[in-house]
Structures are given as structure tokens and as C-alpha cells.
């Protein structure tokens, strides 16, 4: 049987070895574009659950510990692959539900709750990625299942059949074995469960190496979250707890309309069996009161972040990754707010001048966690907030905002920074929100986008033997050509995206080009223009790419 003891220490020695092996797993990327890799994203979204785990005492149920790890997986959640992960231990919250203890059985029923989730979370789902690596790791744990086998010997199967299918990737995924690597999603899955196997056979945790120790601490030192509120502790008590719903329905909404009257920071969430949720008050007492008329509660945490923050305030040292955001309440007044997530000043303040509410630091090679957009959201005091995530790989996390808001919030698909902007200048504030939802969309698809930055690595990919340092020229999205010289790569780039329609064009230069240079290159442009077709250039001041080209 796992305890609850075990089963936090599993989970802590998995970050740990993801945290050690993060950049094997990193080098695993085919794709030759400077990234937040898979190895960084999974290792700090473990990160995350690592830091609650840690406060998790010993005699705690296997629910407790399951559901500590699943709601800071979500909220530490980075790229798509921190996404994933969260969602795959999501199963175990669901899975070891009300349970002291788990045996082989309920580990076999966590994970396929995990795997179900993942994959309705996907629009598309790929095969030969960290969704198959755990999808037949499920399968052979179920196949396996039988009353004599400990959950010591499950554990086994889970990893093996993992194996197996990380193994198996290559053949999937044509990409994979042209590069002749396995998945990185799947690869670092493997570096997790490797990491609890440990634990569940009887070895320990594994340690954080101290390289990564150092590393660790400086970026993100544990803290105690009431100190994030100096000078902005409005109400005393951080009051959380679970409602487990009855046979018949309960509505939310109206208990976060009560909670909402008697205190701030107002998280309600709910799902087919419990309502999570979260306050901050100076009357616990009568949100626990209010509800009982939901259901039956547990999970029941008080904590008096006043004393909490005299207490520690000595040692509190904040995070690098912290935004900033300081919470706003609902303006019942005020209809629409904006989030948008961009690097470099000259974007941000683009952003800004168009109306955006906040900006959340982050791009393509620093994908910000489900819990930044989350602050930047409740920092913006609207009743519906777009978000606008402008990287592929930020999309997932931004998603997962919309169930842990207390507002309303639109995430918008935008793939890139001149997509973002020309969905927020289609915003109209006389229209509704799903009228202006279609809107944006169809504004942002009509945008070509071209990106200029550097090979971070030697590859063979899509057909294009690169090399390590050589400019690559990408297309909405997608690897188009290499270059060695900056005017001709961008020249090259406008002429593929300039349509008959064209009428703007738009240069945003990055932090590494010089004034000089970008006039060069704005000059360069404009001579092989159209008449009709207007040419801008725009200090970005964005890290990673050296320019990037909107045509509208």
C-alpha cells in the first residue's frame, strides 16, 4: 500500500529528477528554434508542486498529498508539456479520491484518469508524444492488474510499458526519427516516473543535485505566500476548502456571489463531484457556513496570512518569476479587459497603447505558468478578460486560466505578437462578447507573420540540414529558408507574405539590432514595395527574434 507519506515523497523525487535531467530532455527538441524546451517547462512546472508538497506533513492522506500536487501542478503549469503533466496528475486527484491509503488498483485507475484528461484537453491529439507514452503505460498497468500484484510491482509495469512507448516514439512521429531522438514530452514523463520509483521501491528520494540546487533556489526560493501581500492584506484569513457535491445539483455561481460580499480573492471551481474553493475574509466562519448549504466539507484550511507575514517576513525573498499583479476586483462598470503576454518594451507598450490591461513577461523562450496569467487576469477589474497568448506554446496554460478565474475570461489563439495586435485592434467596445470573439479571430487569421532569429542547435529539420548560429527565417510559424545575411533574410520573408491585398507592412527589430541596421533594413523593404503598401518599423525591443514582420 502507498501512504500518504509515500506518495508525496514519489512526487517530490520525480521533480527532482526531472529538475537534474532538464537538459537532456531539453536536447531532445527537434525543432532548431531558441525554446522554452520541454526539459525547463516540465521541471519548473514540477517545481511547483514540489514547493506545496514539501508543507504536506507526514500522516496526510494519499487525497490530500494527490490533490496538493494536482491544483500547484496546474497553477505552475508552463508550455504545453507543463500543461500536460498537470493534467495527467489531475487523475490522481480524482483517481485517489477519499482515499487513506492506494494500492495497485487505485493506481491503476488514477493514471487512466489522467490519460482521459490529457487527451479531452488536446484539440488535436498527436500520437508518438508524452499523450501515447502515458496512454500505454495505462493500458499495459490495467492488463497487468491483478489482486496479488503490489503497487511496488504496478509501478514497475507503469515504467516499463512507458519505456516501451518512448521507445516506439521515433516510429510515430516522422520528425522523431528523421532526428533519430524519442520524444521530449515522453522523455521527461519517463524522468518523473523513473524519479517516483524510487520512492515506491523502497530507495528514497533522489536528490537534487546540488548544481541544481543553487539554480533552484535562486530562481524560484520557497516562501510563504502571504508575504506576496505587503501593505495589501485586506482581509485576514486565507480560508480554503472542498465541497463535495450531493445527488443534487449545486450552483457555484452563488456561493461566489456570497463569498464575493464577505471577502477577496475569490476562487470557486468545480468539476462533476467537488467544488474547490478558496477566499480570503475575515469571517471563515461564515463562508464555511454558507457552504454546508452546498454540501458536506473537507479539506478545510484557515490560515491567518497576518501573522503568517510578521512571522517569516525576515526570510521572504521574492521569485524572479513573480509579475507582479496585485488582485482587482470585478468593476461591475466595466464590461471588457485585456491581457497579453509579449517580451520587450516596445511590444509591451504596444500592447499597452492599444488598449491591453496588463502585460505577462514571457515569449518563446520563457513561457510564463498558468498561475502568471491567472494574476494578470485577476489584476485586470472587468467582467470578461481576452487573453491573448501570441505563442503556440502558451496557449495550453492560458487555457487552464479560465477554470480557476473568478471572471469570465476569452482566450484568444493568437500564435504570434502581430497576430495579438491586429486582433486587439478589431475589438469593438459596442459589440457583445462573442461577436468581438469571431472578430478578433478572423482579424488575427488574416495576418501573415514572419520571424527572423538564430539556430540554437545543429538539426536536420523538415528538409533543411541547419546549422548551429545560422539564421533561420520561420513563415507563419513554420521553417522556411535559412540565411546568413539579416537584409536578405527579412527581404526574402516580406516577399513570401505580401499578397495582392496587401496594405501594411509592418518591422518590429529586436534587442540585438542596432538603430543603424534596422533602418537599413527598413529602407531595403520600402524600395520593393508597392506604392499602395505602407512600411513601418517599430522598436520591439523583443528578446530571441531579431525581427518580426506583420502583413496585413
Known amino acids: 500500500m502507498i501512504t500518504g507519506e509515500m506518495l508525496r515523497d514519489a512526487f517530490i523525487s520525480g521533480a527532482n529528477n526531472i529538475t537534474n535531467h532538464r537538459q537532456q530532455v531539453d536536447a531532445l527538441n527537434v525543432f532548431p528554434v531558441p525554446d522554452g524546451d520541454t526539459g525547463t517547462n516540465m521541471s519548473m512546472s ?190 485576514t484569513y486565507c480560508t480554503e476548502f472542498i465541497i463535495l457535491k450531493p445527488e443534487k445539483d449545486a450552483d457555484p455561481q452563488q456561493l461566489r456571489g456570497y463569498l464575493e460580499t464577505i471577502g477577496d480573492c475569490v476562487v470557486v471551481v468545480d468539476d462533476d463531484e467537488i467544488i474547490k474553493t478558496h477566499v480570503h475574509t475575515d469571517n471563515p466562519g461564515n463562508a464555511l457556513q454558507k457552504a454546508l448549504e452546498f454540501g458536506q466539507l473537507t479539506n478545510i484550511k484557515i490560515e491567518n496570512m497576518r501573522e503568517q507575514f510578521e512571522k517569516q517576513k525576515a526570510s521572504i525573498v521574492e521569485p524572479v518569476s513573480d509579475q507582479g499583479f496585485a488582485y482587482a476586483a470585478v468593476d461591475p462598470s466595466r464590461e471588457y479587459g485585456f491581457v497579453a503576454v509579449a517580451a520587450g518594451d516596445g511590444v509591451k507598450q504596444l500592447f499597452l497603447d492599444l488598449g491591453v490591461d496588463n502585460v505577462v513577461s514571457g515569449g518563446q523562450t520563457m513561457n510564463p505558468s498558468t498561475d502568471d496569467i491567472l494574476s494578470a487576469v485577476h489584476a485586470t477589474p472587468a467582467k470578461t478578460v481576452f487573453v491573448l497568448p501570441n505563442n503556440k506554446n502558451i496557449i495550453m496554460a492560458a487555457e487552464q486560466s479560465v477554470k480557476l478565474a473568478d471572471r469570465n475570461v476569452v482566450v484568444l489563439q493568437t500564435r504570434t505578437i502581430p497576430q495579438g495586435l491586429s486582433a486587439m485592434l478589431a475589438f469593438d467596445h459596442e459589440a457583445d462578447t462573442t461577436e468581438n ?99 513601418a518599423l517599430i522598436n520591439g525591443g523583443q528578446p530571441v527574434y531579431y525581427f518580426i514582420i506583420s502583413v496585413e
Not at 208 to 214: D, R, V, Y
Not at 495 to 502: N, P
Request: proline content about 3%; glycine content about 10%.
Open 437 to 535: 470573439q469571431l472578430a478578433m479571430q478572423k482579424a488575427y487569421e488574416r495576418v501573415g507573420t514572419g520571424q527572423v532569429t538564430f539556430a540554437a542547435r545543429d538539426s536536420d529539420f523538415d528538409g533543411h540540414k541547419i546549422k548551429e548560429g545560422e539564421l533561420l527565417a520561420l513563415e507563419n510559424g513554420k521553417l522556411s529558408f535559412t540565411e546568413h545575411d539579416l537584409t536578405k533574410a527579412v527581404l526574402r520573408l516580406v516577399k513570401g507574405l505580401v499578397r495582392k491585398d496587401s496594405s501594411f507592412v509592418t518591422i518590429l527589430y529586436g534587442a540585438d539590432i542596432s538603430e543603424e541596421l534596422a533602418q537599413t533594413v527598413y529602407e531595403a523593404v520600402s524600395a520593393k514595395m508597392p506604392e499602395d503598401v505602407e512600411v
Open 46 to 235: 514540477a517545481s511547483a508542486a514540489k514547493r506545496e508538497l514539501t508543507r504536506v506533513p507526514d500522516g496526510a492522506p494519499v487525497s490530500q498529498v494527490a490533490d496538493t500536487c494536482a491544483g500547484a501542478l496546474l497553477r505552475g503549469a508552463r508550455g504545453n508539456s507543463g500543461v500536460i503533466l498537470s493534467l495527467l496528475f489531475r487523475g490522481f486527484s480524482r483517481g485517489l479520491k477519499n482515499q487513506e491509503q492506494a494500492d495497485a488498483e487505485h493506481l491503476v485507475q488514477a493514471l487512466e484518469k489522467g490519460v482521459d484528461s490529457a487527451y479531452k484537453a488536446v484539440m488535436k491529439p498527436t500520437e508518438g508524444t508524452i499523450l501515447t507514452v502515458a496512454r500505454l503505460a495505462s493500458v499495459a498497468a490495467r492488463e497487468a492488474l491483478t489482486p496479488e500484484i503490489s503497487t511496488a510491482q504496478m509501478w514497475d509495469v507503469i515504467l516499463t510499458a512507458g519505456r516501451e512507448a518512448l521507445a516506439k516514439t521515433p516510429e510515430m512521429l516522422p520528425v522523431l526519427k528523421k532526428a533519430g531522438v524519442v520524444d521530449a514530452g515522453g522523455q521527461g514523463l519517463i524522468v518523473i516516473f523513473e524519479g517516483m520509483a524510487s520512492v515506491f521501491s523502497g530507495g528514497g528520494i533522489l536528490p537534487l543535485a546540488e548544481e541544481k540546487k543553487e539554480e533552484y533556489d535562486s530562481i524560484r526560493p520557497d516562501r510563504n505566500a502571504a508575504g506576496e501581500y505587503e501593505g495589501e492584506i485586506t482581509f
